[in-house]
């Protein structure tokens, strides 16, 4: 692929250019939950210039491109190699960041409130996020991913049609889990900390960037990869 065009989705885009997803998250593109909407239809809804995205995508792939990289092709990988992955990397990140991460969350929230009124909003929406994940990559680790391992052993019509059955019920919690972070990243202004924010805000902002964009990529990975491929 050369150059992207408003043909192309957001999430073919990134499984070519990962780091697509760092202008996709600036511009509030969506490319894991909603990635398979051709990248015109989003221009249109979003009223975005689609020349000035699309050239800054393709300069930024062009400079990119000629970097050494190391490309992994996740549809040639074994599903179980991506699994682990998944849990390894990105689950294990979400284990270890949602409760270090809240306690910043409700440092900032007791301490700035009174003076900073959306963080109120912020501490609910983040506790409401927290709790959702955590129940549902327990579901995956025990219910999901285990049944992907065994079908790409023993694959099955039975297996397959089980898998997708989880699988529909998991994607629609992606998106609610989408929608809580899209309007994190909104009442954060982009996870901008005003002026007078004290060093703990500062961290605190940075720290939520950081944790959209793993969890905008682990979602990506299974609606786009992994759980296309079972299909």
Not at 165 to 174: P, S, V
């Amino acid at each position: 692929m050369s150059t992207f065009t408003a043909e192309h989705t957001p999430a073919e885009i990134v499984k070519v250019f990962p780091k697509a997803s760092d202008l996709f998250k600036k511009r509030r593109i969506d490319f894991c939950c909603g990635g398979d909407r051709p990248l015109r239809a989003v221009f249109t809804e979003k009223d975005v210039d689609e020349a000035a995205v699309l050239s800054e995508l393709n300069i930024a792939y062009e400079s990119w491109s000629k970097e050494d990289h190391e490309i992994i092709n996740w549809d040639n990988i074994a599903l179980t190699e991506l699994v682990d992955h998944i849990v390894y990397k990105h689950h294990a990140f979400l284990n270890e960041e949602l409760p270090a991460l809240g306690q910043f969350v409700t440092k900032i929230f007791r301490v700035h409130g009174a003076n900073h009124p959306h963080l109120k909003e912020l501490h609910r929406l983040y506790n409401d996020f927290k709790v959702d994940m955590e129940e549902h990559m327990i579901k995956e680790e025990g219910e999901v991913f285990p049944l992907i391992k065994e079908y790409e052993i023993n694959p099955s019509e039975e297996l397959a049609k089980r898998i997708h059955e989880a699988n529909g019920g998991l994607e629609d919690e992606h998106e609610a889990q989408g929608d809580i972070l899209k309007r994190i990243q909104e009442i954060t202004n982009d996870f901008e900390p005003p002026a007078d924010a004290c060093t703990s805000y500062r961290i605190t902002y940075a720290r939520l960037s950081e944790l959209t964009s793993d969890t905008f990529q682990h979602v990506h990975l299974e609606n786009n990869i992994l759980f296309k491929r079972v299909k």
